[in-house]
């Protein structure tokens, strides 16, 4: 089973900041990584697929970049409706698998 | 628009059994993988199954194969998460969930989500 490491565990920002959340597997999944994002009370949301595609509907201030085992998602100015818990997904190897999360609070 | 509704919030005691559903509605319900991902109190995403409804085809998660049933109707469009003798250890968010892309490629990203079924066990 691949694992996904995410880092930092919390992050607390101002608006307005830049923030970049980390995923790192265990294993090499080329591009086979989305993002999520699950605000509290709510499912998760599709932000990115395929490393760096935004799904629909997905604000151009999120970003997600990298390959192989290292991964980013980046938000380049953050708003007060960005606080959530960001989850990355590898969908390489069965069975798929998630990240622990990364809370983000804003300020 | 493409949607996921699940059935209600569950109360149980242990030993119980429990069906839940997801009805889908907005896409060619055959030819989507569609399944089950657990969030339990306070912690993250658990990938539980798919089921591809065209050819029934079912994965589990070795991490629970053999501890829930996944099914689907579709004449209704409707998957199912089953159990057959709840613990209080089952006790969590069940998220219905769609495989991102048209196809038999169990592997995928997931889009879109329910709304999730709180299923809460305890004496």
């Known amino acids: 089973e691949i694992l996904l490491t995410q880092s930092p565990d919390t992050l607390s920002l101002s608006p307005g900041e830049r923030v970049t959340l980390s995923c790192r597997a265990t294993?090499?999944?080329?591009?086979?990584l989305a993002w999520y994002q699950q605000k509290t009370g709510q499912p998760p949301r599709l932000l990115i697929s395929g490393a760096s595609r935004r799904a629909t509907g997905v604000p151009d201030r999120f970003s997600g970049s990298g390959y192989g085992t290292d991964f980013t998602l980046t938000i380049s100015r953050v708003e007060p409706e960005d606080c959530a818990v960001y989850y990355c997904?590898?969908?390489?190897?069965?069975?798929?698998?998630f990240g622990q999360g990364v809370k983000l609070e804003i300020k | 628009e493409v949607q996921l509704v699940q059935s209600a919030a569950e109360v149980k005691t242990p030993g119980e059994s429990l069906k839940i559903s997801c009805e889908a509605s907005g896409y060619g319900f055959d030819n989507y993988w569609i399944g089950w991902v657990r969030q339990m109190p306070g912690k993250g995403l658990e990938w539980m199954g798919f089921i591809y409804p065209a050819e029934n085809l079912i994965r589990y998660s070795p991490s629970f194969e053999g501890q829930v049933t996944i099914s689907a109707d579709r004449s209704i469009n409707t998957a199912y998460l089953e159990w057959d003798g709840l613990k209080a250890s089952d006790t969590a968010i069940y998220y219905c969930?769609?495989?991102?892309?048209?196809?038999?490629?169990?592997?995928?990203?997931?889009?879109?989500w329910g709304q999730g079924t709180l299923v809460t066990v305890s004496s």
């Open positions: 969930a769609r495989r991102g892309r048209y196809g038999i490629r169990l592997l995928d990203w997931i889009d879109p």
């Open positions: 294993l090499n999944i080329g591009s086979y």
């Open positions: 997904h590898q969908y390489s190897d069965a069975p798929d698998t």
